[in-house]
């Protein structure tokens, strides 16, 4: 079966990116948001919060979003990669066109970041399909 470069992606930061984000401590699971916020940042454009308070609660909002909202599964680096991905046009396995999502707040925000990973979430799915398919002999 041949894969597509962003299929290849995908595949290697499920396989080597550790643990996914609902098995890390709560601990862990804070440090992992503060590391999305920061990637956010820069990958996005958007300005930090000047406040430490605001950004420990943005931090603990989403780690609640990401555990409790059907991304538990994902691990840090495909988060990561979704912040990346959200960068270009790009084309999922079936070919249609995902068109990025835009910020156009001023600072990085759980909002941002779901719908970034809900397109992500998408193209993970669609090569779980392809990989199912291929095992029953579709």
């Known amino acids: 079966m041949l894969l597509t470069e962003i299929e290849q992606k ?3 930061k499920r396989i080597c990116g550790g643990l996914s ?6 601990d862990e699971k804070l440090l992992a948001a503060d590391k999305i916020v920061a990637q956010c940042i820069s990958i996005c454009g958007c300005k930090p919060h ?9 931090s603990e909002e989403l780690a609640i979003f990401i555990d409790g909202f059907g991304y538990h599964s994902l691990n840090l680096d495909e988060i990561v990669l979704a912040l990346r991905f959200n960068t270009s046009n790009l084309k999922n396995p079936s070919g ?4 990025p999502i835009i910020f156009t707040g001023y600072y990085a925000n759980v909002n941002y970041i779901s719908k970034v990973l809900h397109n992500y979430k ?10 199912q398919n291929k095992l029953d002999g579709y």
């Open 10 to 12: 995908v595949i290697h």
């Open 50 to 58: 000047q406040s430490e308070k605001i950004s420990e609660v943005l």
């Open 96 to 99: 249609i066109e995902i068109e």
């Open 122 to 131: 998408v193209i993970r799915d669609l090569i779980d399909r392809k990989f």
């Open 21 to 26: 984000f609902g098995q890390l401590s709560e």
